[in-house]
């Protein structure tokens, strides 16, 4: 079955960084495009990073709240991908989720949490 397996959260001061890490298994990984999300209590979940299929070359897209801060990659090899985050501000502070943006239907992950405070 299809699974998105995400670790690598924690408690980090404003101004640091985390490395999250996501496993998919299930899916022909290199052929989808890759996106990690995020959830804060209360709030909507927002896409923060995408990465498309390595096919035709790799292209990143984020938003502004992260443009510049945080980084997106992946690896095919190893159904992987990740998301560095730096700079964190306590505004980034949520559950983040990898998926995979055009299979919505597939569960999501449990997801790994980041909190950020002094």
């Known amino acids: 079955q299809v699974q998105f397996v995400e670790s690598g959260g924690g408690l980090v001061q404003p101004g640091g960084s985390l490395r999250l890490s996501c496993t998919v298994s299930?899916?022909?990984?290199?052929?989808?495009?890759m996106a990690w999300y995020r959830q804060a209590p209360g709030k909507q979940r927002e896409l923060v990073a995408t990465?498309?299929?390595?096919?035709?070359?790799?292209?990143?897209h984020y938003p502004d709240s992260v443009k510049g801060r945080f980084t997106i990659s992946r690896d095919n090899a190893r159904n992987a991908v990740w998301l560095q985050m730096n700079t964190l501000q306590v505004e980034d502070a949520a559950v983040y989720y990898c998926?995979?943006?055009?299979?919505?239907?597939?569960?999501w992950g449990p997801g790994t949490q980041v909190a950020v405070s002094s």
């Open positions: 998926h995979a943006p055009s299979r919505d239907y597939d569960p």
């Open positions: 299930g899916i022909f990984f290199r052929a989808y495009n």
């Open positions: 990465i498309t299929a390595m096919s035709s070359g790799t292209t990143t």
